[in-house]
């Protein structure tokens, strides 16, 4: 997801399959006047935000049994689009044609579990709004260490830090040491890569820690979590670099924690294990 030479019309969706504009605030947000002042005038005059995410990432993001895009990174957009004061459209994308996306103007920002990267950081800005590890699942009753996984077949979800950096990492690592590197598995979506682990197909998944919590949750009689969450680190909403973007959902995130929606929010899915009390910008090259 670090090269631009993409075409992010073929895997754009905005239409049947879940995107579309969305009106939902179950959580009774309200326009704050002052927040909504600071919006671009191209975003205040469209009354809404173009978000892209990949909806197969669930609980984060991922579809409905009515092809809804559903999960708790989209409850928290549409919390600060309401109070922004404007609505939300997802446009569905593959993961790692997003931030492509909105260096080029497509998206105003990315809403899908993206890990706060130096790499990424040269390209977008993030709004860090939680705190997520890396975790293995492996096949029920088997037993796999994630720091001693050469010659394993491992799945991941392409473009995912997971892809990106964890597993080349654990790889080159093993061939330094004169054992076989990690065969890896790329999928387009998560759901595929879950998938793969039940059938068989490989013997770990590495996702990052909510997502693989689902995942177990979901096929507790098939896969079992491999070791424990880690290397965590901070999540963010993808902006452009440099843009006026940045601070507005910043301050706007701030709001939403200090008046307690966004512990509501996490909460409700479950995942407040990871909340923050702070919403930084570019945490990663703050470390």
Not at 63 to 92: C, F, N, P, R
Not at 99 to 125: A, C, H, N, W
Request: with cysteine.
């Amino acid at each position: 997801m670090l090269t631009g030479c993409v075409n992010n019309q073929a895997a754009e969706n905005p239409g049947s399959s879940g995107g579309g504009e969305s009106a939902s605030n179950p959580y009774g947000v309200t326009k704050d006047d002052a927040l909504a002042k600071l919006l671009p005038s191209k975003i205040a005059d469209a009354g809404s935000l173009q978000i892209g995410t990949d909806p197969t990432y669930a609980p984060n993001e991922s579809k409905d049994d009515t092809g809804k895009i559903v999960g708790w990174d989209i409850d928290l957009g549409d919390a600060l689009a309401a109070k922004l004061g404007v609505s939300t459209v997802y446009v569905e994308s593959k993961f790692d044609n997003i931030i492509p996306s909105i260096t080029g103007g497509r998206y105003d920002m990315g809403i899908s579990s993206f890990t706060d990267t130096l790499d990424r950081e040269k390209q977008v800005d993030f709004v860090n709004y939680y705190n997520a590890g890396i975790m293995w699942a492996s096949k029920k009753g088997e037993t796999v260490d994630p720091n001693n996984a050469c010659g394993l077949k491992v799945a991941v979800q392409a473009g995912t830090t997971e892809d990106l950096d964890e597993l080349p990492a654990k790889s080159k690592a093993c061939t330094d040491a004169g054992k076989k590197a990690i065969e890896v598995f790329k999928f387009d979506g998560q759901d595929q890569v879950t998938n793969a682990l039940v059938l068989g197909q490989v013997q770990a998944m590495s996702a990052d820690s909510p997502i693989t919590e689902h995942a177990i949750h979901q096929q507790s009689d098939k896969i079992q979590a491999a070791g424990t969450t880690f290397e965590v680190a901070p999540y963010g909403f993808a902006l452009p670099k440099g843009g006026e973007m940045t601070q507005v959902i910043q301050k706007t995130l701030q709001a939403l924690i200090d008046d307690g929606t966004y512990k509501k929010i996490l909460d409700k899915w479950g995942v407040a294990s990871g909340a923050v009390t702070e919403a930084a910008v570019n945490a990663a090259s703050k470390q």
